[in-house]
């Protein structure tokens, strides 16, 4: 049942990908969502660091939606969910079932609000060389670092929204700074 659910997200939501491509700037237009508006959108960080507490508190309060929503005149938050990256660096970050409930209470507040969200696994340049911030090497360029907990939290992602339509999934931020790495065969 999994893996039918997430075909058929996987399926849906490359059509509206290749549509929202197809209508961005570089074809002349902008992203559009599921009802054809324009995504107008905000970021929001998630995570257990406790420097987060209050953009965490500001991104389950509804409130906050609303006036997102009534006043700034957006209609999609892009929650950014950054404890993979906290983790790769050793530093104080919560565990997938931790951070569960705030994507949770995110996606309901989209909901209730008729917003768009999309989520992201936001681990920035998590397949490069991390270093601490001293500048040492702490763990060396790996292009398959992080494999499953990107497995298990996607999973997890598909299981959870397969039929929400005002959802959509940005797959991975930014995993490597170079280009270089893009092209290269063991990262595709």
Known sequence: MLIKNMRKHIRTNLLLFLAALFASPLFGGTLLDQNGDRMRATPIIIGGASG???????ATDYNNWITLRDVYKLNTVRLCWV??????HGWP?????????YIDQ????????GM????????TAEN???????????????????QQERLDFWTLMANS????????????NEPVWSYGFYTDTVFK
């Open 161 to 172: 929204y397969a039929n929400d339509s005002h959802v959509y999934f940005e797959l991975v």
């Open 52 to 58: 987060l507490t209050n953009s965490v508190n500001y």
């Open 83 to 88: 404890d993979p990256y906290y983790e790769d």
């Open 93 to 101: 970050h919560w565990t997938l079932s931790q951070a569960a409930p």
């Open 116 to 123: 768009n969200i999309i989520i992201n696994y936001h681990n």
């Open 128 to 146: 490069q060389e991390i270093k601490d911030q001293y500048g040492n090497v702490i763990a060396p360029i790996d292009l398959t670092r992080n």
């Open 106 to 113: 995110c996606v309901q507040n989209a909901a209730n609000a």
